[in-house]
Nanobody, 119 residues
Framework: QVQVVESGGGLVQAGGSLELSCAASGTIVKISAMGWYRQAPEKERELVAITTSSGSTTYNDSVKGRFTIAFDTAKNTATLQMNSLKPEDTAIYYC?????????????WGQGTQVTVSS
């Protein structure tokens, strides 16, 4: 089993910055990707950014140029640096670790961390 824990959320004014951190631990064969998702009230969960162990990265168009994801494959940790934050970035942010086992792949999620951007 893999545990995923996020940290770093909080309240920030528009235009400010926050950095979220995520760590995967437990019985790990390989974490092949780590990503960040968010869910605002009454909205569906959406991809923010995801990166693979081979370095392929995808960003939601709404955060391109403002957010940066980083994945330390040796430590199984990921960060999301968020700059120029906007009120519409307010959401619960979830970290996902994609575990590549010997036979199949599984997604493991963290409990989420609240990010609130005030105008």
């Amino acid at each position: 089993q893999v545990q995923v824990v996020e940290s770093g959320g909080g309240l920030v004014q528009a235009g400010g910055s926050l950095e979220l951190s995520c760590a995967a631990s437990g019985t790990i064969v390989k974490i092949s990707a780590m990503g960040w998702y968010r869910q605002a009230p009454e909205k569906e969960r959406e991809l923010v950014a995801i990166t693979t162990s081979s370095g392929s990265t995808t960003y939601n168009d709404s955060v391109k140029g403002r957010f940066t994801i980083a994945f330390d494959t040796a430590k199984n940790t990921a960060t999301l640096q968020m700059n120029s934050l906007k009120p519409e970035d307010t959401a619960i942010y979830y970290c996902k670790a994609v575990h590549q086992g010997r036979l199949w792949m599984d997604d493991f999620w963290g409990q989420g961390t609240q990010v609130t951007v005030s105008s």
